[in-house]
């Protein structure tokens, strides 16, 4: 394995401008937390003043970031190998490792006290423990360890809508934990899919993924049972009121399609060195989540329009 040599540079700050710590904390991922967390906010039952709405989307954006930064700070030995993360900045030279460390404990420390002191403590406190959830037990413990390295470490990205929620409650509930397993099922497909075409990346690097360990064609059928799990969650909001029938109609449809990508995944030949249908299903995924959540506030919203107009 690789290991970046830092015994020159430590004690010095690098030249490193604006866009590259806007890189450490993975701006791509940061979108979905934002965009999830936001939903839980939305669909949560109650009111929270605009203002506080602000802040606290804005501490969850900064606490997803903090992550993001302190992942790539341990990971940045790795990181140097595989092609899909060898232009980072830490291990492109543009920043520090020692400045990656502080910028990510800083912005975790300044994230949670002030959703706390604005919000409310336990949002801030399930905040806290996602970023010790992403940063310590799946980069620094289980991404090394086992190949259940994402079912487990996935918890932390399926977190942000029970954090939304708790901002405007104070609590969790049945509904916030179906928004937690919908993120919470797909992540196996979704990264396992990215896995198979990037099985060699990997290996080079011993990160014990599913399909290194287990072989491709186990993790094809296991992606195939996650898909199939994620699409029951999907649907469930329009059976625990939480949406309604017209959602749950909207939700099979995208949830088929989903599972239907992950059938031309279960039946793709071990002589497709491309992995056509890995790459369609890892970019569906992306899409589908997206649309699954957009759902579910689009009928909040109209939901509340029809209400308002007394058509409910």
């Known amino acids: 394995m690789a290991v970046i040599d830092n015994s020159e540079t430590i004690g010095s700050l690098s030249e490193a401008g604006a866009g590259d710590f806007f890189a450490l904390l993975k701006p791509r991922v940061m979108s979905l937390v934002v965009f999830t967390a936001f939903a839980g906010l939305v669909l949560a039952p109650g009111h929270v003043n605009p203002v506080l709405a602000i802040i606290a989307i804005l501490c ?10 302190l992942n790539m700070w341990y990971d940045a030995d790795i990181d140097a190998v595989m092609t899909r993360t060898a232009r980072r900045p830490i291990p492109a030279g543009r920043v520090q490792p020692q400045e990656a460390l502080a910028f990510g404990v800083t ?6 006290a002030i ?9 801030a406190a ?5 970023i ?4 310590v037990v799946y980069t620094m413990w289980l991404k ?3 190949p259940q390295n994402i079912v487990i470490g996935g918890a932390s990205g399926a977190f942000p809508p029970m954090i939304g ?11 916030s934990i179906i928004l937690f397993l919908i993120i919470f099922l797909w992540t196996p497909a979704h990264f396992w899919a990215l896995a198979l075409f990037k099985m060699k990346d990997y290996g080079a690097v011993g990160v014990p993924m599913m399909p290194n360990v287990a072989g491709a064609a186990s993790t094809k059928r296991q992606i195939f049972l996650y898909a199939v799990l994620t699409a029951f969650a999907a649907v469930a909001p329009a059976f625990t009121g939480l949406a309604s029938f017209g959602y749950g109609i909207a939700s099979g449809i995208l949830s088929a399609i989903f599972v239907a990508y992950a059938v031309l995944v279960l039946k793709m030949p071990e002589s497709d060195e491309r992995m056509a249908p890995a790459r369609k299903l890892f970019a569906y995924s992306i899409f589908y989540l997206f649309a699954i959540f957009s759902a579910l506030m689009v009928d909040r919203f109209a939901g509340a329009i ?6 409910a």
């Open 144 to 146: 090394r360890s086992t």
């Open 126 to 130: 399930f905040l806290a423990f996602t």
């Open 165 to 175: 929620w708790a901002c405007v409650t104070g609590g969790v509930s049945l509904d």
């Open 115 to 123: 959703l706390g002191l604005t919000v409310n403590w336990f949002s």
């Open 60 to 69: 969850i954006a900064v606490g997803a970031g903090a992550s993001g930064a």
């Open 107 to 112: 912005l975790s420390v300044f994230s949670v």
């Open 132 to 135: 010790f959830f992403y940063a």
């Open 306 to 311: 029809s209400a308002g107009l007394g058509l």
